[in-house]
């Protein structure tokens, strides 16, 4: 193994530009660090389709651009160790992800909706709303929203790029607009796809869709009637329930009551209590657009920092 030390200026400048880069597009993006072992302080960022610098051997930095690209998908970050050939001990990577903020995309520019891109935006989601009713969908209703689109559904998707960790709620009580919503929101790696609308209504809307041919497996994904179970009644009580269902889905929780769980009450399974009542009782994150800041990191680490 090769030891290149940490990043010299050049290339540490080079790599802190590439992270503000994409930073600013919102691109998902990864900071490997060794803080352990040797060449202590050295580098790595890790894009999606794209690796920056280099750890000093070639097997470890395509082990941490691996773990790295699967800690982005669970927005995450941890230290790591790696076993290197020749080196007489593990060396230690802590890899911090920048994952883009998720995306709340919502059809139907009703009053749920209302509350429910108001309750997201203090979430740190980026909103989007889209109705063809323009008189619905306008910027005095939705100030909060990132972007309005005033199209029908299909339109809408056209316009839109919808990824893994994109969360659609179809609001609109309307199959001439409900169907096309879901229809086109099942094609997408969406994380979450839910619908309003009684039980009898789903029930409905699920015959239909599958007489069309829509595959059963494909069904399977749509969360309708939307949201939790808490009896919700008012608008904002509604966007409650259809948010605690979408942070449930986010965490892969179940969004049963606390009192019934087993296990670390806070994140994702398997994650540390610890962990994360730090990062709840740590300095909230800046409001500028970006990704989340999490606890004892900055939104830009320095590069050649170690």
């Known amino acids: 193994m090769s030891d290149p030390g940490p990043p010299n200026g050049r290339a540490a400048r080079a790599l ?13 993006v990864a900071v490997g660090t060794v ?20 750890l000093g051997d070639t097997q470890l930095d395509a082990l941490v651009a691996a773990d790295a690209r699967r800690l982005l998908r669970e927005e995450r970050s941890e230290t790591r160790p790696y076993p ?7 060396v230690e990577v802590f890899l911090e992800t920048f994952p883009p903020p998720p995306t709340l995309l919502i059809f139907g520019a009703v009053h749920v909706a209302q509350a429910l891109c108001r309750f997201a935006k203090a979430l740190g989601f980026d909103v989007v709303v889209t109705d063809a009713r323009a008189k619905l969908a306008t910027p005095e209703r939705f100030p ?25 709620a179809i609001l609109t009580h309307d199959p001439k607009f409900d169907e096309p919503a879901l229809l086109g929101s099942l094609e997408t790696p969406a994380a979450y796809v839910g619908a309003v609308g009684s039980r009898s209504t789903n029930r409905d809307r699920r015959r239909r869709l599958l007489d069309a041919g829509l595959a059963p497996e494909q069904l399977a994904r749509v969360r309708g009637p939307i949201g939790l179970d808490i009896g919700a009644d008012t608008p904002e009580e509604m966007a409650i329930s259809i948010l605690a269902e979408i942070i449930a889905v986010r965490h892969g929780r179940a969004g049963g009551p606390l009192t019934e769980a087993t296990g670390p009450i806070r994140g994702r399974p398997g994650e540390a209590d610890g962990a994360t009542e730090a990062a709840a009782q740590a300095d909230p994150p800046s409001t500028a657009p970006g990704p ?6 900055s939104s830009a680490p320095s590069a050649s920092s170690s």
């Not at 072992?37 to 999606?48: F, H, I, Q, R, T």
Request: proline share 6%; glycine share 8%; no cysteine.
């Open 16 to 28: 802190h530009e590439r992270l503000t880069a994409a930073l600013d597009a919102r691109e998902p």
């Open 144 to 168: 909060e929203a990132d972007r309005i689109i005033r199209a029908w559904p299909d339109e809408a998707l056209e316009e839109l790029t919808i990824a893994a960790n994109t969360y659609v």
């Open 292 to 297: 989340r800041v999490r606890a004892g990191s």
């Open 35 to 54: 803080v352990r072992g040797s060449p202590l302080g050295a580098k790595l960022l890790v894009l999606p389709e794209e690796i920056v610098g280099g």
């Open 84 to 90: 290197v050939a020749d080196a007489a001990a593990a």
